[in-house]
T-cell receptor, first 113, second 112 residues
Framework: DSGVTQTPKHLITATGQRVTLRCSPR?????VYWYQQSLDQGLQFLIQ???????AKGNILERFSAQQFPDLHSELNLSSLELGDSALYFC????????????FGPGTRLTVL | DQQVKQNSPSLSVQEGRISILNCDYT??????FLWYKKYPAEGPTFLIS?????DKNEDGRFTVFLNKSAKHLSLHIVPSQPGDSAVYFC???????????FGKGTRLSVIA
């Protein structure tokens, strides 16, 4: 158990809908990262927050947005969902923002029908 | 355009033998490399890392080798154990505070 929690574990929805994925970092970790793993793909970095502020942005679609709240939990919002958005979404956290200190959650599996 | 490539989707090795997982990269600005291990239904877990100032880093049964001129790194596991069966991801970054770029992973099966 990495100490990073993600909810829900599974999510099934329809095209055009909007969903919210939630991540609670390890206690004391200030930085949260979001990744997407599509079928047969490696993990694609989406976005990083550090203590509530956006720190780095990857290949995140405009239909996707994220935020980190004062209690340091983070939410990833996916809207106007398409079939191709079906993937595993991982959240990771680290204390200082160093990549070698990242601890990953178990992921949320999103299925868009 | 994949900056980090793991060209072998799968690898099968007998218990007790050496497992060698390979990774190639194209971005010459990468200076920090990591290997992650992933079991089904779990998130990736950090295994071992190496910075570009080194060519080898060891941690128990795991050794990572870096060949900067060839833009190639490899992970050696010796001896391999059935519990090592997992998907291994290679990742790289331009610094310890910049985002990671992952390969697609190699599924290792260690056969008893």
């Amino acid at each position: 158990d990495s100490g990073v929690t993600q909810t829900p574990k599974h999510l099934i929805t329809a095209t055009g809908q909007r969903v919210t994925l939630r991540c609670s970092p390890r206690s004391g970790d200030l930085s949260v990262y979001w990744y997407q793993q599509s079928l047969d793909q490696g993990l694609q970095f989406l976005i990083q927050y550090y203590n509530g502020e956006e720190r780095a942005k990857g290949n995140i679609l405009e239909r996707f947005s994220a935020q980190q709240f004062p209690d340091l939990h983070s939410e990833l919002n996916l809207s106007s969902l398409e079939l191709g958005d079906s993937a595993l979404y991982f959240c990771a956290s680290s204390q200082s923002g160093r990549i070698d200190e990242q601890f990953f959650g178990p992921g949320t599996r999103l299925t868009v029908l | 355009d994949q900056q980090v490539k793991q060209n072998s989707p799968s690898l099968s090795v007998q218990e007790g033998r050496i497992s060698i997982l390979n990774c190639d990269y194209t971005n010459s600005m990468f200076d920090y490399f990591l290997w992650y291990k992933k079991y089904p239904a779990e998130g990736p877990t950090f295994l071992i890392s190496i910075s570009s100032i080194k060519d080898k880093n060891e941690d128990g049964r795991f050794t990572v080798f870096l060949n900067k001129s060839a833009k190639h790194l490899s992970l050696h596991i010796v001896p391999s154990q059935p519990g090592d069966s997992a998907v291994y991801f290679c990742a790289a970054s331009e610094g310890r505070n910049t985002p990671l770029v992952f390969g697609k992973g190699t599924r290792l099966s260690v056969i008893a």
